[in-house]
DNA sequence: TCCATGATTCGACTACTATCGAACTATTGG
DNA sequence: CCAATAGTTCGATAGTAGTCGAATCATGGA
């Protein structure tokens, strides 16, 4: 990933409505979430909702597919996980032994 | 690290000149690197830089030092690296499994 | 075909963000 | 104290982002 490319997503999940989505998603993995019953769980308007998720889409953090009349949306874990390296090469390009904490702790 | 936090760490990071500066200053740990001089290396206007640097510093990921007429920027490692956890813990705590190649790929 | 449902697009509005010239503040050497 | 240097703050402007009512598009059942 690519400083202008990583801008992206990283403004994507910079917002607080954006932001949630993506959680709720990566927890409704892998079956995902129709773009209605995202919207009704986070109590936003259908259109509003629509941007939002359109966003995150071009970011590339979400895929969708058609299923009937509804539009189902999946976390695409991809593009967080090629996010957090290329965040991860800024820790460690400057001081290898910073990242070895964030290591351990991500052990989950 | 909580989300609305982490929005504005995000939002920070969220645009080309102020990742460059933050990736800049990781790569000057531990000297740290004027604001003039952080300006002149990325080419930007100083009063421009100087409002960059306070976005930065507001979201934490920056500290500061007087040191004579100058005033040296230090990257915070320790948040980028907290962001990364709350990052991962979306990850995670859907699929465990998914974040084992990010843990993987992670020891730099 | 017609209607109901699910979702997106349009249009308008408001609010925020980035930028930069100019003015201002702080520090130090002479 | 004065001038020079290093940074920040102010003010104006242009562009972008978020929101939502209304209109439109797509799908499937009667």
Redesign the interface.
């Known amino acids: 990933m690519e400083?202008?490319i990583?801008?992206e997503a990283?403004?994507a999940?910079?917002?607080?409505t954006r932001?949630?989505v993506?959680?709720l998603l990566?927890?409704?993995?892998?079956n995902g979430l129709a773009a209605g019953e995202i919207a009704r769980q986070l109590d936003v308007p259908a259109n509003t909702m629509s941007t939002h998720l359109a966003t995150l889409s071009r970011a590339g953090l979400l895929t969708s597919e058609r299923h009937s009349r509804s539009i189902v949306y999946h976390?695409n874990?991809a593009t967080?996980?090629e996010?957090?390296?290329f965040?991860?090469?800024?820790?460690?390009?400057?001081?290898?032994e910073?990242?070895a904490?964030?290591?351990a702790?991500?052990?989950?």
Do not use: K, W, Y
Not at 26 to 30: I, K, L, N, S, Y
Not at 87 to 96: F, I, Q, T, V, W
Not at 105 to 108: A, G, N, T, V, Y
């Open positions: 400083s202008l990583a801008t990283l403004g999940l910079a917002q607080i932001l949630e993506f959680r990566v927890r409704h993995e892998p976390a874990v967080l996980r996010l957090m390296l965040l991860a090469r800024d820790c460690c390009g400057g001081n290898e910073l990242c904490p964030l290591v702790q991500l052990s989950c």
